[in-house]
């Protein structure tokens, strides 16, 4: 086979993805001579990224053609892969997903994957993935579909459930968990191996083990979890205690699942952060395009797996990779059918195997039902384009705390995404 391919990459003028997927793609030898095309519906920033991927795929040497367009069909004609970073007015309609359920007095944590804002972020993107998934069942019926954007299990609910197109959703969640049990350990975090098994945001650490001498670590987690400072990923600590096991990947992603989450914090994304510092990345790309030095990070691998799993595929590597979000189809027997998991997969020539770690712990499993059941829901009323099953899909939400508050908000939020939810199947 063919070690050569074309990525399609949408939305990479993402200032926070496009970044990352560059850094990935430059620093690995396995994409050499594949052709990355770059698509964008705004030019100036799309024609700013292409300039900074070209710098890089100089510097590093990685013998990539890069190429753009702000015509998606183009891009994906005749694609291996497409990449999706894509999202709808982010900012602005995640504020309303936050801030308009609150109103109605709906407690919750940041409003992106879970609650009422986790719907409503279904029922606009889900549209517009169909549209590029649609094409790529025209153009490139055999290419992987590897999607970054939120909210990722109901994309890839979705994508398993109604097209034949194979997906994988990545997410560095459980590097997050990994990275805090090492914390809490006392450990260096290349010592801390860790294997996890569940929903995206909400993955259970079936086992953390000493990587060099294969010790159970979770006893030296227990005890070391007593003394730690109080403020320290509460909700995540009190699971810890009830369960006997340690979840991914924050308090504020984890609790858009949890009728409780809210009392961990409820204050939202930081838009103004976000903000500030979108401002200053794109002076800091001007400064490099405009001769300065590149940050020595920038021509590093960023830790995402993007790149990792289209190379496993690409040379047939049988690489496993810690963490895709894929269609249970089985994978996880307590949790059903349909569901969208996150698990540990490997990527061959064939394409990406989930790896079963076998059934989730029993209380745990009963914990994430809930979550799927919504998610479930939640898919129908986005491909349906149903305001009724969008009802139903806010009623079975265990952060939805009253039925007045699920019809006035929902109400109030369709009128806001209407221009972006319809049939999609």
Not at 107 to 122: A, I, V
Not at 248 to 267: I, K, P, V
Not at 284 to 303: A, C, E, K, R
């Amino acid at each position: 086979m063919s070690h050569h391919t074309k990525i399609a990459f949408l939305g990479a003028t993402s200032m926070s993805f496009g970044l990352s997927m560059f850094r990935d793609v430059f620093s690995s030898d396995e994409l050499r001579g594949s052709t990355l095309t770059l698509v964008g519906l705004d030019r100036a920033p799309l024609e700013k990224m292409t300039a900074l991927a070209r710098l890089l795929n100089e510097k590093t040497g990685a013998g990539l053609v890069i190429e753009q367009t702000t015509d998606r069909r183009a891009a994906l004609d005749g694609a291996g892969f497409v990449v999706n970073a894509t999202a709808i007015d982010r900012n602005r309609l995640w504020k309303l997903d936050f801030e308009v359920p609150r109103k109605y007095g709906i407690r919750h944590t940041l409003g992106e994957n879970g609650g009422p804002g986790g719907l409503f972020f279904t029922l606009r993107t889900l549209p517009l993935v169909f549209d590029i998934v649609r094409d790529m069942e025209e153009l490139c019926p055999k290419a992987h579909f590897l999607n970054f954007s939120n909210p990722e299990s109901r994309i890839v609910l979705a994508l398993g459930k109604y097209s034949k197109i194979a997906s994988l959703g990545l997410c560095h969640g459980i590097f997050m968990g990994q990275g805090d049990v090492a914390e809490i350990l006392g450990l260096p975090s290349e010592d801390v191996d860790v294997s996890g098994a569940g929903i995206n945001h909400f993955q259970c650490l079936t086992q953390i083990r000493h990587r060099k001498t294969g010790e159970d670590l979770y006893p030296l987690l227990r005890e070391k979890e007593k003394t730690l400072d109080p403020d320290f990923a509460p909700l995540t600590r009190q699971l810890f205690r009830a369960f006997g096991y340690w979840f991914t990947c924050s308090d504020d992603h984890l609790g858009e699942y949890l009728a409780f989450g809210w009392e961990a914090g409820e204050d939202g994304y930081d838009f103004e952060e976000d903000e500030h510092e979108r401002t200053a990345f794109a002076a800091q790309i001007d400064t490099v395009l405009g001769g300065g030095s590149i940050p020595s990070d920038w021509l590093t691998p960023s830790g995402e797996r993007g790149a990792a799993a289209i190379g496993g595929i690409l040379h047939d590597k049988k690489r496993v990779i810690e963490s895709g979000v894929v269609p249970n189809h089985g994978t996880i027997p307590n949790l059903p059918y349909h569901a969208s998991v996150e698990v540990p997969v490997m990527a061959d020539a064939a394409g990406i195997h989930p790896i079963s770690l076998g059934p989730l712990p029993d209380a745990v499993a009963k914990l994430l039902h809930t979550p799927v059941q919504v998610h479930e829901l939640a898919v129908e009323a986005a491909v349906h384009g149903s305001k009724e099953i969008a009802l139903q899909a806010l009623l079975i939400d265990p952060v939805v705390n009253s039925a007045d508050a699920a019809v006035k908000l929902l109400d109030e939020l369709w009128e806001v995404n209407k221009p972006y939810i319809r049939a999609c199947i």
